[in-house]
């Protein structure tokens, strides 16, 4: 190829790459100033909605399904916290999906839980049931034994068959909850009678103190890589999905914490055994069942209701959660590609589908082979160092300004971290996590697309639960992460 058009092409990927880099930043600055904007005054509204007392027992009841698999080391600090939870009626449905440690008998040992005749029709597929135990001290408690289905799906299928009302939400064992979150998550069903999903903040827990089921102490993970976590956590709930909310786009409702209509769910065929993104493939398809049939519906996203999740602090678990989500981000978007510019599937299939898929589903791909890409233009003198470093300071300079924007958002709106020296830990990580972490993160994310491709088998990885938030000092297992 001549020299003159080497360097034609050199400039047109260069010009590529700067062309991606501002797409896909821009709609997260986007986004950001959409939360900055809406966000705050949100929160001072939102206190007129809260049900006066003397008016509770009017909300719908909910059921709480939590799915356990190994979870021996947290699941009693959660459910005692799930039973201080402020709301005049709700269930607490344990799933244990065949667990071969103690899960089942510190269960049993600490509510005093007997087995019970139970039938419930089954509406989803899961793996079946064993037994059905009811709480002697709690009326509200009880658990479903079934035998190991191998994905959280599966247990969530049985906890949707299980649930006795018609509201019901998802929860993984290791969560605490606010204890008035039911009363904000409730509003948007209360307000449209539409809604079918509402999805609500989460935080990390590690770092926190939990007592007697309640949550004593808000701080910051002990470690840099939970530090990091904080953040990436702090963008997703307070940046991007408020601003996806207010675009009417929301593809995603996290299986941490959500709250669905159990016949919509069921609608559309439970929750799916294929994919690792189960909770992103159950809302996209909501949003195809609804969108395309014309049918009127709303999913919803509320920041004031909290729930408080155990981030993984090893590499080893972080890498197979990253791996993890990216395989599962590919297997709903491909699953769901009938929404992708739909002519009815409005801002899901114009905006946010669009924008997981050729910004930031490939993004890892983009940026490793940019940053080669680059090195290599350096070396052999193909673009100056003054350029190389110009971008490489806007990059740095985007990514922590990103972060600094959902640090100010979480300041403005919560105070989740009252103390001045947490808020300069914040901005601190905000400013290292580029230099390594973000790169990190795109190479497990490259990996996870790799592996999707070759259709190499799927895991759900473990975790170890340190469960150091609780009081007790509940000994660490190796356990599943959902």
Wanted: some cysteine; aromatic content about 12%; proline content about 4%.
């Amino acid at each position: 190829m001549p020299q003159a058009e080497f360097a034609g092409l050199v400039q047109i990927i260069q010009w590529f790459f700067l062309s991606y880099f501002i797409a896909l930043n821009g709609t997260y600055l986007v986004l950001t100033a959409i939360s900055l904007a809406v966000l705050p005054r949100f929160i001072r509204k939102q206190t007129i909605h809260k049900l006066p007392r003397h008016q509770s027992g009017f909300e719908p009841p909910i059921s709480l399904v939590v799915t356990a698999f190994n979870e021996e080391a947290v699941i009693i600090p959660t459910v005692k916290a799930l039973l201080q939870i402020e709301y005049h009626e709700y269930e607490i449905l344990v799933i244990n999906d065949g667990s071969n440690d103690r899960t089942l008998d510190v269960l049993i040992d600490e509510f005093d839980m007997v087995a019970v005749p139970t039938a419930f029709r089954r509406r989803v597929e899961h793996k079946p049931i064993r037994a059905v135990y009811q709480s002697r001290k709690y009326s509200a408690l009880r658990v479903i034994d079934k035998e190991n289905g191998g994905c959280k799906a599966d247990a969530s299928n049985a906890g949707v068959n299980g649930a006795r009302y018609g509201l019901f939400m998802p929860l993984d064992a290791d969560t605490i909850l606010n204890r008035d979150c039911l009363i904000y998550m409730i509003q948007p069903f209360l307000l449209n009678p539409d809604t079918v999903g509402v999805g609500g903040n989460v935080r990390i827990l590690n770092g926190c103190g939990v007592e007697g089921g309640n949550l004593t102490r808000v701080g910051l993970p002990k470690t840099w890589l939970g530090l990091y976590q904080v953040l990436e956590y702090s963008r997703a709930f307070l940046t991007s999905r408020v601003g996806w909310n207010q675009l009417d786009s929301l593809p995603l409702i996290s299986g941490a914490f959500g709250l669905f209509n159990k016949e919509a769910v069921i609608k559309v065929g439970g929750y799916s055994h294929t994919s690792l993104g189960e909770d992103m493939d159950l809302v996209l398809r909501l949003h195809r069942h609804y969108r395309l049939n014309g049918i009127p519906y709303r999913i919803d996203f509320v920041a004031d209701p909290v729930c408080w999740t155990e981030a993984p602090e090893t590499f080893s678990v972080l890498r197979k959660q990253r791996v993890r989500w990216q395989r599962g981000l590919f297997d709903c978007l491909f699953e769901n590609r009938k929404l992708l510019f739909h002519p009815k599937s409005g801002g899901v299939g114009w905006l946010s589908f669009p924008f997981l898929l050729f910004l930031e589903g490939i993004s890892p791909l983009i940026e490793i082979f940019g940053m080669a890409f680059f090195i290599v233009c350096l070396y052999f003198d193909l673009v100056s160092f003054g350029g190389a470093l110009a971008f490489l300071i806007l990059s740095l300079g985007a990514g922590f300004l990103l972060s600094i924007g959902s640090i100010l958002i979480e300041e403005l709106s919560f105070r989740t971290y009252p103390k001045t020296k947490d808020l300069l830990i914040l901005v601190l990580g905000a400013f290292i996590e580029n230099f390594g972490y973000r790169q990190l993160m795109s190479f497990w994310r490259l990996e996870g697309t790799i592996k999707w491709i070759l259709r190499t088998k799927s895991s759900w990885g473990t975790m170890t639960r340190s469960a150091a938030w609780s009081d007790g000092g509940e000994k660490a297992a190796s356990l599943p992460k959902a």
